[in-house]
């Protein structure tokens, strides 16, 4: 009988000890798959913004390539929505309302707001926030939004995760 109870006692201690070890094996194991799976996804939308996002893509990459939202501020989105008729010299004829509403819907939920007094930049090359994202990049010609893809080859699938391989390490 005190050999049994002695046996479950040293049981109880073996898993008691083992316990921390494997919650912390566990946690690293979740941490690795979560990492993993993160690493290799672009950022999911809420399916609010879906159509929004879609209509972006189809009415802004058929003249050039589409630049995410967050690369200039709400209020370049909302200027340049609000006047179809002079996007940069051209008119966006075929930009009805509701499309405009379901655009500016998405470009203002990922886009960021200026801080008051500071001008509305028109031209990338302009936005602190494309100058946030870019640090270290020097430009020796003007930035136009069709340049991208000399760094970004996945632009054509939104995809501006993906550098060249001379920006693969870069900080």
Not at 6 to 15: E, W
């Amino acid at each position: 009988m005190f050999n049994l109870v002695r046996q479950k006692l040293i049981r109880h201690k073996t898993i008691k000890a083992l316990s921390p070890l494997i919650l912390l094996l566990a946690t690293a194991l979740w941490c690795v798959g979560l990492g993993w799976g993160m690493a290799f996804a672009l950022d999911p939308i809420p399916s609010r913004y879906e159509n929004g996002r879609d209509l972006y893509l189809e009415n802004c990459s058929g003249c050039h390539i589409a630049i995410p939202p967050e690369v200039m501020p709400t209020q370049t989105w909302k200027q340049l929505l609000e006047n179809p008729e002079d996007h940069y010299g051209r008119s966006l004829t075929n930009l009805i309302r509701i499309t405009q509403l379901l655009i500016w819907d998405y470009l203002s939920a990922y886009s960021r707001p200026l801080t008051t007094n500071e001008p509305i930049p028109l031209l990338i090359e302009q936005s602190r926030y494309f100058k946030a994202l870019h640090p270290r990049v020097q430009f020796s010609e003007p930035v136009t939004a069709d340049a991208c893809v000399k760094c970004h080859p996945g632009v054509a699938q939104f995809d501006y995760r993906t550098l060249t391989p001379e920006w693969q390490d870069a900080p």
